[in-house]
Structures are given as C-alpha cells and as structure tokens.
C-alpha cells in the first residue's frame, strides 16, 4: 500500500511541475458547440426554403425547386448556380417597391434558413468553392440577415422591419464581385443608416485574396461586442464593437447572383459542402 501511495505522489508531483506527464486538456465551459449542421446530404425543407426577390438590379429571376438545375443536391454537396436558358422568359419576382422583374433570359438559386433555422449572434460558418470565378457580372454570396426582415418570404406576424434597421440587419459572410477581381471576396457588416433602404455597404468590410475555385471555410462568429471574421478557422477582419447592434435572431442565406448586363460564359456554380451554426455552451 505505501508503494502504492508513493507512486500516486511523484506522477502528482510530476504532473504540476510538467516534467514527466501530460497535460489532461479540460474542456472549456466556453468552448463553442453546434445546433446547428447541414451536409446535403438532401435538400431539407426543415432548414431551407427558396427565395424569390428582386434586389440590387440584379439581371436574373430566382426560380423555386431545382428548376433549370439552379439549386441541385447531388453527392453530399448543394451547386447553387446561374444559368442562360438563352430566351426571355416571364418572372415572377417583385422588388420592395412592389415592382416585377422584367423578362430574363438568366435564371438563378437562393435559398434561405428563414423561419426554418434562425439564432441569436453565435457562430456561422459555410464550406464553399466557386467552380469559376473574376468574371463579369458575378455575385455569389454567404451572408446572414435578421429574421424580422420584411422582404419575401413574409411568413410570421413580426416580419415587418425594413432593411438594414435593428431585427433586419445584414452581415456579409463572403461575397464575391467578379467585375472588381479574380479570387478576391469582401466580408464585414452593413451599416445601417437609421432608414429603410438605407445602408453603408464598403466602411465596415474589408477585401481578401483566396483561391476561390478551392474549398475554404467562411465564418463570422460573436466574440463579446466585436464581430470576427474568419477564413479556414483563422482570423482576418474584425468589426469592433459592432456585435451588439445585431442583436435580433438572424438567418442564412446562399445565393448566386448576376447584377449586370455583361454577357455569361460558361455555367456559374458555387457549391457548398455544408453549413453550421454554433453556440458558446455556459
């Protein structure tokens, strides 16, 4: 028995001097957990759903259910896609104002976690590539919006704030312009002027070099009052003091946009490996 005790007493010494044993990592009461976790593995209506709106001129229609293969789920991943269907069809997507989308040839997917799946700041983070991008016209983007935004869908009684006021804030996760450069995306918040239709989209962003044809992970996480903005886990922006003024659930939206008159070459795909959210447990 005393060689027993004596034993327990020098790997204890050991221990707290470091010298001979391990360190025993002690999990955190911080350390961030998911509630959040989409593979697409399918198409899962209980957290997505299309949507159908007409903002930032853009030059395409947003259609429902994979039509024209815009919103594809095949081989654990989503494709997201532009694509020409080469004549002018009739769309049925209205701006705020009420006014309808005129006839397009280009047709394209977005979908949005509204009303499906919606959290109060947290983490957020999407695998991703683009299969092409630096091309004219381009916008694909990973952003997040406060759930009591007014624009369509309008499923709930407390849908009702305009754009980009308090419970309808925007964060842009990672957007691409393809007319400004070639693997280059921006990341940070919308400012919001105090009315609606009114926000200061560059001050608060920043742009970043990545090889976009590759998969990166894309995240934007709550840490105290500051948003931090993340690529592959590592940190590369902040906006500091900014985290409480979105302070509303918030939902995610994907989207492949085309905002110009500059023709298309090729198919557009941005494709997602998979998207969660995470909570600090206390």
């Avoid at 593995?41 to 229609?61: A, G, L, M, P």
Wanted: net charge negative; hydrophobic share 30%; charged share 25%.
């Amino acid at each position: 028995m005393k060689s027993i005790n004596l034993t327990c007493f020098i790997i204890s010494i050991s221990f707290l001097l470091n010298t001979s044993c391990k360190k025993i990592a002690i999990p955190s009461s911080d350390e961030w957990q998911v509630d959040f976790f989409d593979d697409f593995h399918s198409f899962d209506s209980n957290n997505w759903q299309d949507q159908r709106i007409w903002v930032n001129n853009e030059t395409h229609c947003y259609v429902p259910d994979n039509e024209f293969n815009t919103r594809e789920v095949s081989n654990g991943t989503l494709k997201l896609r532009v694509v020409n269907v080469e004549e002018k069809l009739p769309c049925d997507n209205y701006d705020k104002q009420g006014k309808i989308h005129p006839d397009t040839k280009y047709v394209a997917g977005r979908i949005a976690s509204k009303n499906r799946q919606e959290f109060i700041k947290g983490k957020w983070t999407a695998r991703l590539r683009l299969q092409n991008n630096g091309q004219a016209s381009m916008f694909p983007a990973w952003w997040i919006l406060g759930s009591q935004n007014n624009e369509p869908p309008v499923q709930e009684a407390d849908e009702y704030i305009c754009w980009p006021t308090t419970g309808s804030g925007e964060i842009d996760i990672f957007e691409h312009h393809g007319d400004h450069q070639k693997d280059h995306f921006t990341t940070g918040a919308i400012k919001s002027l105090g009315k609606c239709g009114e926000g200061d989209w560059w001050s608060l962003r920043k742009g970043f070099d990545a090889t976009l044809n590759e998969y990166h992970d894309y995240s934007v996480e709550w840490e105290g009052s500051d948003l931090l903005y993340r690529l592959d886990g590592d940190e590369i922006y902040r906006n500091k003091g900014l985290g409480d003024n979105y302070p509303e659930p918030m939902f995610a939206i994907l989207n492949f946009a085309k905002i110009t008159d500059s023709p298309m070459k090729g198919e557009w795909v941005m494709e997602v490996d998979w998207v969660k959210h995470e909570f600090r447990k206390q």
